[in-house]
């Protein structure tokens, strides 16, 4: 969705801003000192070096608190920095790192761009406000139809509670991300997504296994999409058609949509999405208050025999513990959206008021969890059904839901699968087997067969194991939770520590272009490790706490899992609907 912004326009240089010669650098023809030196992720670079370019990047006027934005610019614009022939000819230059895999343009092709020019140009993608931040991770995170399925399995005391201390660690988590982006992202190294901020801070191992977590959630994602699909047009067809048929036709639509590569096409859907959700919310919600649960769907899913609607304020007594804790994985679900949160960061003009806006759309998609999740779990009870609208019970309301949800769902499996295919690609297939670039014809038609595969994987995972709400907090466990709660003070513990080791006397020289240190290893980084020691320890704490949350989730949802095969109607590669007709 970040993709997609728009362009800030502004005329002319910033006399304000500091020459090459201030900040150590020797110009070279018209190079500028942002024009970026080596490849994206060079390990000659020193946590020094990134930090030193970040303290110079914060210092422009345009990203100081309480300054206004140029009144000649224009949110979601078209480009206009330097008059047409000049943009024309910089953006042929830009252009040229997606031809080089990634690498920067050689120093010749910055021969004619002087250094306002570079200035302005790495700034032309940073447009964002707070605001449109706020539209951003609202669009990105808002999904409240498990939240009532999540209060069945908890309750409404321990469900409210617990929802609001996710959403309280979850924008917490965004804070710490936010302060990692402010010290670490520059014009020179700018942050482009969340391995970035893991290489610069442990290194190639930790990118790898962040850019592996993210892949894997990506993939599952999709194949959750597919489950919830073939049980939608089951309902519809009501169980006429085979089950996993239902699941391959959704499939092969992901495969053959999903050969879009540039997400700005598939922008104004996204868009459409938002509202298709909201009127699914709405309508979901009047259907439930004026009529009775879905008992058979229940039945099938719940394994609840029809009876009057029972609530409970605390855990209700048919749910065991690994239950409740699936239930709990639900509102890590829900929140799990810091996976992009440094992708948003780097769209923005201004990125001190990040926070703003991610208080904001924490604050509004807590109250929407929380509104909407107790309304319906208040009528339905120990019916609910995971996704709701798919417990609606009239079956012309239910249908106008399912079909509506096919669309919205389906966006969403495009959006994910462009962005997961890309991850692989450019750091596994680019990166160590050297495939080339997706801007030149040769990547261009690898990625037409690749798309196929990659949805081929999805719908096997969705087929064998349809259990939709067990599969779903599993993935909540395994890989979101650690996005939004165990990475980032993780990554807080190393970046403090290192910065804490710097002495007198050490850091980056920019005359010289090196990094001094006095010493290294594990000495230095216990150092820096106890000079904010209750800070660090905090950030520990944090963080173990997010392992055992994590390593429960997992083990709830395996458990839940086993007992969905064994004692339910779910079973792997079956023509059966999870939840009936």
Known sequence: MAGQMGIM?????????????EIG??????RSYIAPKTKMHDSSVTLEEYM????????????RPG?????????FGKLNLFGLRKNQELNANVSNVEKNNGDFPEHSAWANVTDDEWVQASRAIRTATWGAVF??????ILGPFTTAWAFSQMGYGPGAVLYFIFALFAAYGGYLLWKMFIVLDSDRYPLRCYGDIAYRIYGAVARHTFNIIQSVQLLFNVGLIIISNGQSLSQISNGSVCFIILCFIWAIAGAVFGQIRTLQKLGWLAHAA???????????????????PNYDAALANNDAEKGPVATTAGPPEGVAFQGQLVGLMQAVYSYGGAMLFVEFMAEMRRPYDFWKGMICAQTFIFCCYLIFGLLNYSRQGQFTINPVYQGVAPYDWQ?????????????AALLYGNIGIKVIYSNVLMELFKFPSLAVKSGKLIWVAIVPIYWGVAFVIAAAIPSFSNLQGLIAAAC???FSYTFPPLLMIGLQSQKDAIQDGEGFDPATGQTIRHDSGFSRWMRGFRKSLFLNLWYMFFFLGSVVTAVLGIYSAIVGLIHAYAETAVSGFSCTNPIGA
């Open 52 to 63: 030193h370019f970040a303290s110079i990047a914060r210092q422009h006027p345009n990203e």
């Open 25 to 30: 650098i020797a110009e070279e023809g018209h």
């Open 135 to 140: 539209y951003l991770i609202t669009t990105d």
């Open 274 to 292: 938002i509202w298709i959700n909201v009127f699914i919310l709405i309508e979901t919600t009047a259907v439930i208050w004026h009529s009775n």
């Open 67 to 75: 300054t206004m934005l140029p009144s000649n610019g224009r949110i």
């Open 9 to 21: 326009a502004g005329e002319g240089g910033d006399p304000r801003r500091p020459s090459a010669q």
């Open 480 to 482: 979101i939770l650690q």
């Open 399 to 411: 249908t106008v839901g399912n079909s509506l949800s096919l669309v919205s769902t389906l966006i």
